[in-house]
Every structure is written in structure tokens, then in C-alpha cells.
């Protein structure tokens, strides 16, 4: 490695930088490079632009704001074992890897140890959450992984919709999308007696060489017609545990209410909570009175009192370790599957009205300009003094009372509104990222069908309850930091470099333009934002915005929240739903000394680093289940209207054909290259389009387009749409489309030439 002066403030070459960081692979920051060369204030800039040089051609990659050679695993990382090599160790890759930025994912070799009991070894097929470390290169194989824990066992179950046969027995038609066309036969007497139409589960055997693989059915899991089977698809297909086991249960059931003992009694504090009308858990409630204090004029006392699921669920209890597996509370249109049982989540920790609940609460100070001061925890007995909806909430503040709101206006609701809007003028000042995504909501009829689609209109509630929730969880992560107790933070790393670098070419066919190079910061992404609003493309760039940002995620190591610019922040506000919420209570408990249920002793950063993983999976899991059963719904509601037109956006554009989102219901369908006009469509990834090779005619991602339905997959969700709209006729698109069919020509006359 190069020696480098601490003495001698001066800007390390390229060379320099690459040999530190490759020295201390995976653990290296801008901050620890500046304190490695002793470079000052001044020269840091000069640093942020030769490292953002360096991303631009690819020698170093920045992950979790860490700076790394390309091609480098975190520590823990959650894999998928696909083969075993000669000597009998398992190969793994892991689960999340971008191939278009580097290339073929890395394998990861596992040593299988000898001695160990059965089930416990892992195996092909296996999901696995794995310590890597990087050795030297053997066999082209440069990790090594220790596996921690068994995720998921490889699946010889599929899920799919059993059709009878006239002469007995059938088919299994699978409703994952991938399979769809790959049916399976089901012989007679391995039907379990299932109906046509029915939800099955089927166990697969060895496909034969001629015909249809075979199965037979396991389980029956009732009718796709029944209120249920909907959402029972994606809870099977995704192994989404639905029934609480029952040692479970019965901790669940002896539960007893919290008492006083070792708690502040703050019953007389009129916290409110404010949901949307048909939320069945109520674990937050928020109070907020002007500040008596002489030196704090113009500023508030905010409260926040969180329900304090810890007092119930114990570290290592049969509650905590389902509501680990679980990870989180999955929430459908027509049922939610909770993380923790319904006498915990709905009943003792349901901040109900006029009742006593044990909670954790947050006492911060907020200045007159918006910033919190100061913050205390404490643990508290509380007594809701109401359960407001968001619109009551509203419509309250607004002059229109009902007998919930009248008595609540001045002493309760005025004094939340108006600290929120001098806590507004602060998020103002800190700029986060301003994305305008309005979210549908799927509506049901009493038989489980759709009955209408719509979106809620976003009121200045909603964003009081949102602004107070992210201060308290600001809150909590500080607390933590300063006491040197390892939590886990809800973190968001700044976008890629190819993601940006793609919105920057979207942008420019829009006419705008897009910095290059400096700090990336979220204002710069809203500065994009407001020059299209009250725009056509408003919504489009909205979207494309959102694409281009990371995940967030959960980890033991902070590298701060991206979209909302804040350096540190941690999920505190929601334990009945979210596991890493329940850790950061017992790390608030463990750090004031608030009880002896807090996080145990045992629970250092390797091991949340591990239950970090692990329920970030489960979070990517909940999400994709939400949007498939979501996309069934609507499926199954257009299903009747085949043939019917229907205006809508494109809001994706491949090689293979067009994504079209219906306007009505928000419902996305695709459109087959195929079958785009009369001549050949060629895919423009720098536009964005299709474009057409004779007449340059162009469909672009945003565009306003009408479509008629020509198939609905109900089972797999899935919707195929034809065009009916004419595109555009872009003449730089058309030029270039020209000048694409030119070069062709050229290519062709040069290979002729040659052929002579």
C-alpha cells in the first residue's frame, strides 16, 4: 500500500485512495479516507469529486455509503445455495445482486461441517442468511460463508387452481406468473376430493418422459370464488406464516395488563390517536401543548406515546421468536396477517379510549423554528382522551365538529396543529425528498370482490401524524447512539450511478436537465419535481424519480436516510406491526434503565446485523404479496370486461412491449411489441419508446394512451391490452431511428463487400 502523510495535508492520488480502500475492503467511508490523509474542510470537496470520478469509471462502487472495489459482499448477506462443488462444499449466490453494473453475481463457497445433527446442515436449494468473508481466489471462487441461519427449505409444492377432468382426476393450472402454461396433472384418487376452481396446494413427483409432470393434492385451501382465496394465494405462495403456533397463542392468551409499578402515571395528558377510519390496531398516540418555558418562546412540548409491546413480548419468548420468523404484519384489502397475536395487537396494546395502556413515550422540545431541542423517554401509564380518523381529525380543525371533536378542538387539536406547522417550517429546511405518489386503496364488497377503487385524499393530518413519527424515530436513534446501545436503524442509501445517469437521459428528452457530478442530496430530486408540476409529465417523473432511488432497508450499520436527509434514524413507532420497532423499545429500555425486559446483554451488532437481514427479507416478501393479490383483485374485477376500452399511461417501456397503467383503477397491463401497429417497433432505451421504423411513429414512457383488454389471468393477475391510440411522430426520435436504419444499410453493404 502507498504510505501516505498524516502530517501533510494534501489530496491523495487515485492510486493512493484505490490501495487504502482495497486494505480495508467493505469498511472504508469518505470520512475514514479524509481522516486516513488528514484532509481539512477545504479539501473534502476536492476528495467527494475524485471519489465520485472513481464510480464514474468504475473502480470503486458505493454501498451502505461505504466505498468498495466492485464486486465485494457485505459481511452478511442473504444467499441462495444453487450447487455443490467436487469436495462436497455447497455454492452459493447471493439474493440480490446487479449483474448490468457487475457482471455475473459472486459464489460464495460454504463448508459443510461434519459434525452435525440432522436437518440442522443446510442444503441445495436452501435460502440461507450467510457471514462472508473474502479469501484468496480458488477455483474462481474468492468468498467464503459460514451459514447462520436456514431461511427456507427448497419448495416441492406449487400453488395453482385444480381443473376437474370429465373421466376423473385433473389439472393444476399454477398461479405464479413464471409458470404460467405449465400445467400438471393430477391422476385419479390424488385429487383429495377438490372441486373445479378450488385453491389446492399439490405435491410434485419426478416430471416423465412423455407428457405432463404429475402431483398430487395436499392441501385443499377452499374456492377462488370465496372472500378468502384471494389473498390466500400470495400468503401460500410466498410462505407468509397466516396461524400462530400454539405455544404462541396460549403466552399470548395469559397475558395479563401492565400496572403502574415502575411506571410515570401520565393519565391526565390528553393523547389522541388519529388513524384512518378502518385501522384495527392503535399503538401511537401524540400530544402537543406551547412551551411555559421563558427562553423557549413561540415553541411546543410534542409527545409521543408508542404502546409498549415489550412489557408483553420478552426476549426469547415463543412471541418473540414468531414475531421474528414473521418480521413484520402483512396487510391485504381483505384481511391482515399480524406479526403478533390479536389479545396483544388489538387488545392490550390498542391504545383504546378512556382505558388504561402501558406505553413508551417520547418528551421532546421543539424550538419556534421547527428544530426539536431537547428529547426525554419514559416509561408511562397513559388513558387516551379520543380515537380520531384523519378526516375527523380534519374536518374538526376546520370548524365542522362532531360529538368525538367538540371538546377536543382547542385544548387537544389546536395546539397538534399548530406545533406541526412550526415543525413544518423545518422539514422545509431540511429538504427531503418531495415525491407526489397518491396510493390507491382497494375497496370490497361483503362477498370479497371488488367494488370500487380509489385514492384517498392526503390531508394535512396525515402529514402531522407522519412529521411527529419521524422526529420521535430520530429521537430514538440518538438516544441510543449516545448510550452506546447497538440498535437497528430504518436506513435508505443514495441512488446508483447508472440509475442516475439513466434518469439524467430521461430527463434531457424532457428538456431538463439534471447536475452532473458533486454531493448527490435529495433536493436536487425535488428541484426536478417542482419544474414539472402542474405539468403532463408531473406524474411520469414522479415515477421515474422513485425508480431511480434505492430500497430502504434495515441494518446494524447507519449510513443515514437518503430520502429523508437525515444521518440517523431508526423505526421506534410501530412495534405491533414491525420487529425492528421492538428492538429499538428494548434498546430505549436497556439505555434509561427503564426495566429489566430490555435488549439482552447478548444482543451485540454481529447479531442485529443478522435480524436485520433477515427481516428486511421479510419486508420484500410482505410488499411483493401486497402488490400481487392487489393485482389479482383487479384482475378478477376486469375480468368480466374483456373487449372494453380503457385510457390509461405508459409506464414502462421494454425490448418486449409497452406497460400500460389504467387510469380508472390503477391497474397495470402489458402490450406485446408484437403488436404495435403494422410495421416493426424498435425499443429507444435512451427515450424511453418504441419507435416505429418506417414512420418514426413513437409511443414514450408517460404517454397518454387508450387500450382495449383483450385477456384478463384473474389467477395469475395478469392483464394483456392492445393500442389504440396513434403515437407521436417525434422527429428526433424519427432521425435517429434513420439514422439507426442507415447504419444497418451500411453494415450490410460493408459485409457484402467483404463477401466479394
Keep these: 500500500m502507498t504510505k501516505h502523510a498524516k502530517n501533510t495535508p494534501s489530496l491523495p492520488s487515485k492510486a493512493d485512495i484505490l490501495a487504502f480502500i482495497g486494505s480495508k475492503p467493505g469498511k472504508i467511508g469518505t470520512r475514514e479516507i479524509a481522516r486516513a490523509f488528514n484532509l481539512k474542510n477545504a479539501l473534502r470537496a476536492d476528495l467527494k469529486r475524485l471519489l465520485r470520478e472513481l464510480a464514474d469509471e468504475g473502480s470503486i462502487e458505493k454501498r451502505r455509503r461505504k466505498l468498495h472495489h466492485p464486486g465485494v459482499l457485505p459481511s452478511t448477506v442473504l444467499a441462495d445455495i444453487t450447487a455443490r462443488d467436487s469436495d462436497g462444499d455447497l455454492i452459493a449466490t447471493p439474493d440480490e445482486w446487479d449483474e448490468d453494473a457487475h457482471g455475473p453475481a459472486p459464489k460464495i463457497r460454504i463448508h459443510v461441517p461434519r459434525k452435525m445433527r440432522p436437518g440442522e446442515a443446510?442444503?441445495?436449494?436452501?435460502?440461507?442468511?450467510?457471514?462472508?468473508?473474502?479469501?484468496?481466489?480458488?477455483?474462481?471462487?474468492?468468498?467464503?460463508?459460514?451459514?447462520?441461519?436456514?431461511?427456507?427449505?427448497?419448495?416441492?409444492?406449487?400453488?395453482?387452481?385444480?381443473?376437474?377432468?370429465?373421466?376423473?382426476?385433473?389439472?393444476?393450472?399454477?398461479?405464479?406468473?413464471?409458470?404460467?402454461?405449465?400445467?400438471?396433472?393430477?391422476?385419479?384418487?390424488?385429487?383429495?376430493?377438490?372441486?373445479?376452481?378450488?385453491?389446492?396446494?399439490?405435491?410434485?413427483?419426478?416430471?416423465?418422459?412423455?407428457?405432463?409432470?404429475?402431483?398430487?393434492?395436499?392441501?385443499?385451501?377452499?374456492?377462488?370464488?370465496?372472500?378468502?382465496?384471494?389473498?390466500?394465494?400470495?400468503?401460500?405462495?410466498?410462505?407468509?406464516?397466516?396461524?400462530?403456533?400454539?405455544?404462541?397463542?396460549?403466552?399470548?392468551?395469559?397475558?395479563?395488563?401492565?400496572?403502574?409499578?415502575?411506571?410515570?402515571?401520565?393519565?391526565?395528558?390528553?393523547?389522541?390517536?388519529?388513524?384512518?377510519?378502518?385501522?384495527k390496531d392503535h399503538d401511537d398516540a401524540v400530544h402537543a401543548e406551547r412551551d411555559a418555558e421563558p427562553n423557549n418562546r413561540g415553541g411546543f412540548i410534542v409527545n409521543v406515546a408508542i404502546a409498549d409491546v415489550a412489557h408483553y413480548v420478552k426476549p426469547g419468548s415463543a412471541l418473540d421468536r414468531e414475531a421474528l420468523v414473521r418480521g413484520n404484519s402483512v396487510y391485504f384489502p381483505d384481511r391482515v396477517v399480524p406479526m403478533l397475536p390479536e389479545r396483544i395487537s388489538n387488545d392490550l396494546c390498542s391504545l383504546r379510549p378512556r382505558e388504561d395502556r402501558a406505553a413508551l413515550a417520547v418528551r421532546m422540545v421543539i424550538g419556534a423554528d421547527g428544530r426539536k431541542r431537547s428529547h426525554t423517554f419514559h416509561r408511562i401509564m397513559m388513558r387516551s382522551a379520543a380515537r380520531l380518523s384523519y378526516q375527523q381529525a380534519q374536518v374538526a380543525i376546520g370548524g365542522r365538529t362532531d360529538e368525538d371533536t367538540e371538546m377536543l378542538v382547542e385544548p387537544v387539536l389546536g395546539p397538534l396543529y399548530a406545533a406541526y406547522e412550526t415543525m413544518a417550517r423545518a422539514r422545509i429546511e431540511r429538504q427531503p425528498l418531495d415525491l407526489d405518489l397518491p396510493e390507491r386503496k382497494i375497496l370490497l364488497k361483503g362477498d370479497g370482490t371488488v367494488d370500487r377503487v380509489i385514492t384517498p385524499e392526503r390531508l394535512e393530518a396525515h402529514r402531522l401524524i407522519e412529521e411527529f413519527m419521524i422526529l420521535a424515530n430520530v429521537a430514538a436513534a440518538e438516544t441510543l447512539e449516545k448510550a452506546r446501545v447497538p440498535l437497528i436503524y430504518r436506513v435508505h442509501d443514495e441512488p446508483a450511478m447508472e440509475k442516475v445517469n439513466a434518469l439524467r437521459e430521461f430527463l434531457a428528452t424532457l428538456d431538463i436537465s439534471f447536475a452532473k457530478g458533486g454531493v448527490l442530496k435529495a433536493e436536487a430530486f425535488n428541484r426536478v419535481l417542482d419544474r414539472v408540476k402542474g405539468r403532463d409529465a408531473e406524474k411520469l417523473v414522479n415515477e421515474v424519480v422513485l425508480r431511480t432511488q434505492a430500497q430502504a432497508e434495515y441494518a446494524a450499520e447507519n449510513y443515514g436516510h437518503f430520502g429523508l436527509n437525515l444521518r440517523r434514524y431508526a423505526h421506534f413507532t410501530s412495534p405491533i406491526r414491525r420487529y425492528a420497532d421492538l428492538i429499538v423499545h428494548r434498546g430505549l429500555i436497556r439505555a434509561m434503565r427503564l426495566g429489566h425486559d430490555g435488549l439482552p446483554e447478548a444482543n451485540d451488532q454481529k447479531v442485529l446485523a443478522e435480524v436485520s437481514a433477515q427481516i428486511s427479507a421479510t419486508e420484500r416478501r410482505a410488499m411483493l404479496a401486497e402488490r400481487e393479490t392487489s393485482d389479482r383483485l383487479i384482475a378478477h374485477f376486469l375480468a368480466d370486461r374483456v373487449g372494453a376500452s380503457f385510457d390509461g399511461r405508459i409506464s414502462g417501456v421494454t425490448r418486449a412491449g409497452l406497460f400500460v397503467k389504467l387510469h380508472e383503477t390503477g391497474a397495470d397491463g402489458f402490450v406485446p411489441a408484437r403488436t404495435i401497429g403494422d410495421e416493426y417497433f424498435r425499443y429507444d432505451e435512451k427515450g424511453h419508446a418504441m419507435v416505429g421504423s418506417r414512420s418514426g411513429e413513437s409511443y414514450r414512457l408517460g404517454d397518454h394512451v387508450t387500450v382495449k383488454l383483450v385477456e384478463a389471468a384473474p389467477v395469475a393477475g395478469a392483464l394483456r391490452f392492445e393500442l389504440l391510440s396513434e403515437g407521436r411522430i417525434d422527429r428526433r426520435a424519427h432521425s435517429e431511428n434513420r439514422r439507426y436504419k442507415n447504419d444497418a444499410s451500411h453494415r450490410d453493404r460493408r459485409k457484402q463487400r467483404k463477401r466479394r
Design 122 to 279: 443446510a442444503g441445495l436449494g436452501d435460502r440461507v442468511l450467510v457471514r462472508v468473508e473474502e479469501t484468496q481466489e480458488e477455483d474462481g471462487i474468492r468468498h467464503r460463508g459460514r451459514v447462520i441461519k436456514i431461511i427456507d427449505h427448497p419448495k416441492h409444492r406449487v400453488l395453482g387452481i385444480f381443473r376437474g377432468m370429465p373421466h376423473g382426476g385433473g389439472r393444476l393450472e399454477p398461479v405464479d406468473k413464471k409458470m404460467l402454461g405449465k400445467e400438471l396433472t393430477i391422476p385419479a384418487g390424488a385429487t383429495a376430493n377438490a372441486e373445479d376452481g378450488d385453491l389446492i396446494a399439490v405435491e410434485t413427483s419426478r416430471a416423465r418422459r412423455l407428457g405432463l409432470p404429475t402431483g398430487r393434492v395436499v392441501e385443499r385451501l377452499g374456492s377462488l370464488k370465496s372472500e378468502r382465496a384471494v389473498s390466500l394465494i400470495a400468503i401460500h405462495a410466498h410462505g407468509i406464516p397466516s396461524v400462530f403456533r400454539h405455544e404462541t397463542q396460549q403466552e399470548a392468551d395469559v397475558a395479563r395488563p401492565a400496572t403502574l409499578q415502575g411506571r410515570e402515571d401520565w393519565r391526565h395528558v390528553p393523547f389522541v390517536t388519529i388513524d384512518p377510519p378502518d385501522a
